[in-house]
Protein backbone atom coordinates (compact mmCIF):
# COMPACT_ATOMS: atom_id res chain seq x y z
CA UNK A 1 0.00 0.00 0.00
CA UNK A 2 3.07 2.27 -1.10
CA UNK A 3 2.63 5.32 -3.64
CA UNK A 4 -0.59 7.05 -2.94
CA UNK A 5 -1.54 8.48 0.31
CA UNK A 6 -2.74 5.51 2.82
CA UNK A 7 -5.42 7.67 4.15
CA UNK A 8 -7.28 8.79 1.10
CA UNK A 9 -6.92 4.92 -0.37
CA UNK A 10 -8.63 4.15 2.77
CA UNK A 11 -11.04 6.49 2.11
CA UNK A 12 -11.66 5.72 -1.48
CA UNK A 13 -11.80 1.83 -0.70
CA UNK A 14 -14.65 2.61 1.69
CA UNK A 15 -16.69 4.93 -0.11
CA UNK A 16 -16.24 2.52 -3.17
CA UNK A 17 -17.27 -0.65 -0.41
CA UNK A 18 -20.36 1.73 0.62
CA UNK A 19 -21.47 1.22 -3.27
CA UNK A 20 -20.54 -2.02 -3.61
CA UNK A 21 -20.82 -4.45 -1.11
CA UNK A 22 -18.89 -7.04 -2.96
CA UNK A 23 -15.71 -4.45 -2.11
CA UNK A 24 -16.35 -4.70 1.05
CA UNK A 25 -13.98 -7.95 1.52
CA UNK A 26 -11.22 -6.02 -0.27
CA UNK A 27 -11.59 -2.70 1.95
CA UNK A 28 -11.91 -5.29 5.25
CA UNK A 29 -8.21 -6.76 3.94
CA UNK A 30 -6.68 -3.22 2.98
CA UNK A 31 -7.86 -2.27 6.45
CA UNK A 32 -6.09 -5.69 7.90
CA UNK A 33 -3.37 -4.88 6.43
CA UNK A 34 -3.06 -0.73 7.69
CA UNK A 35 -3.21 -2.03 11.33
CA UNK A 36 -0.93 -4.58 10.87
CA UNK A 37 1.48 -2.52 9.88
CA UNK A 38 1.01 0.34 12.79
CA UNK A 39 -1.34 2.31 11.21
CA UNK A 40 -3.99 2.45 13.53
CA UNK A 41 -4.89 5.97 12.10
CA UNK A 42 -3.12 6.43 8.84
CA UNK A 43 -0.31 8.51 9.50
CA UNK A 44 -0.37 10.76 6.45
CA UNK A 45 -4.27 11.79 7.79
CA UNK A 46 -4.35 15.51 6.88
CA UNK A 47 -5.00 15.93 10.62
CA UNK A 48 -1.82 15.16 11.73
CA UNK A 49 -0.32 17.89 9.98
CA UNK A 50 -2.95 20.58 11.30
CA UNK A 51 -1.84 19.09 14.89
CA UNK A 52 1.43 19.71 14.95
CA UNK A 53 1.64 23.12 13.61
CA UNK A 54 -0.82 23.63 16.78
CA UNK A 55 1.32 22.56 19.12
CA UNK A 56 4.07 24.93 17.68
CA UNK A 57 1.96 27.60 18.07
CA UNK A 58 0.83 26.50 21.53
CA UNK A 59 4.65 26.46 22.61
CA UNK A 60 4.77 30.17 20.98
CA UNK A 61 1.95 31.47 23.25
CA UNK A 62 -0.66 31.03 20.56
CA UNK A 63 -4.25 30.36 22.75
CA UNK A 64 -6.33 29.70 20.07
CA UNK A 65 -4.29 26.84 18.98
CA UNK A 66 -5.54 24.09 21.51
CA UNK A 67 -9.06 24.74 19.80
CA UNK A 68 -7.25 23.52 16.52
CA UNK A 69 -5.51 20.72 18.49
CA UNK A 70 -8.81 19.67 19.97
CA UNK A 71 -10.91 19.70 16.84
CA UNK A 72 -8.28 18.16 14.67
CA UNK A 73 -8.07 15.32 17.19
CA UNK A 74 -12.25 15.06 17.12
CA UNK A 75 -11.39 14.34 13.42
CA UNK A 76 -9.05 11.71 13.79
CA UNK A 77 -12.17 9.65 15.99
CA UNK A 78 -15.07 10.88 13.76
CA UNK A 79 -16.53 12.85 16.50
CA UNK A 80 -18.40 15.87 15.96
CA UNK A 81 -16.19 18.64 15.49
CA UNK A 82 -16.63 21.70 16.76
CA UNK A 83 -16.77 25.26 14.71
CA UNK A 84 -14.04 27.53 15.28
CA UNK A 85 -15.18 30.92 16.65
Do not use: C, F
Not at 11 to 23: F, G, K, L, T, V
Not at 68 to 77: D, G, N, Q, S, Y
Request: no cysteine.
Amino acid sequence: MTGLKLYKRLRNMRDEAIRRPSYRVVYAHALTVAHMEGHLVADDHPAWEAINTAISAARNGDPDALDTIEREIARLHDRQVKPSS
